[in-house]
């Protein structure tokens, strides 16, 4: 059980597209997800937290307008990286924390595979 | 601040060795602990947790860890090293109940000598 899943697992896109990332709860109803971003050789970085159906609270330095987080139902979010540079390039790694009846520790977070982004 | 800190960032270990990976916390009561496994290009896989109760905790792939309030430490341990346990392991820490944030480590990476 608590299998999240993240896609697509890469994507190279041109500069000034946007990006949409869909991380998955695929055996649990995660009512909290959470966006994480790694750089080469570096730890997680959080993002922005989300909880299902109220807006993103996003982390310091992290523009909410360039990186839109939707949670629209207890199984997905999306990330959306818009107008992508090549300053945006980097590992993009999702969480998902089970609620109550789920039988899922609340406090524990369920990583995604991660997508890799290049932007060109 | 609350913080979580591996202080070794590069380990080498022959395969059958044991090996130990150190993690200290900072928080003000006692947190919420886990291990987390990183293989090159993938995800975060859940080693172990540490919420309360027995301080030695066993985990996935033959991983247990022990917290020490005493020592503010959370260190991992196997008894006998595989190959294909080169990863980047984070300790990761979280406030306690009711909250979500997790404070990584900067993450130590294993490399295992056949």
């Known amino acids: 059980g608590a299998v999240v899943s993240q896609h697509p697992s890469w994507v190279i896109c041109k500069s000034g597209t946007s990006v949409k990332i869909e991380c998955r709860s695929l055996d649990f109803q995660a009512t909290t997800m959470f966006w994480y971003r790694q750089f080469p050789k570096q730890s997680l970085m959080l993002m922005a937290t989300s909880n299902e159906g109220s807006k993103a609270t996003y982390e310091q330095g992290v523009e909410k307008d360039k990186f839109l987080i939707n949670h629209a139902s207890l199984t997905l979010s999306t990330l959306t990286v818009t107008s992508a540079h090549p300053e945006d390039s980097s590992f993009y790694i999702c969480s998902a924390s089970g609620g109550g009846g789920t039988g899922l520790l609340q406090e524990t977070q369920y990583f995604g595979p991660g997508t890799r982004l290049l932007v060109l | 601040a609350q913080s979580v800190t591996q202080p070794d960032i590069h380990i080498t270990v022959s395969e059958g060795a044991s090996l130990e990976l150190r993690c200290n916390y900072s928080?003000?009561?006692?947190?919420?602990l886990f291990w987390y496994v990183q293989s090159p290009g993938q995800g975060l896989q859940l080693l172990l947790k540490?919420?309360?109760?027995?301080?030695l905790v066993q985990g996935i792939k033959g991983f247990e860890a022990e917290f020490k309030r005493s020592q503010s430490s959370f260190n991992l341990r196997k008894p006998s090293v595989h190959w294909s346990d080169a990863a980047e392991y984070f300790c990761d820490g979280q406030r306690g109940a009711g909250s979500y944030q997790l404070t990584f480590g900067k993450g130590t990476k294993l490399s295992v000598i056949p």
């Open positions: 928080y003000g009561a006692t947190p919420y």
């Open positions: 540490y919420f309360s109760g027995d301080t």
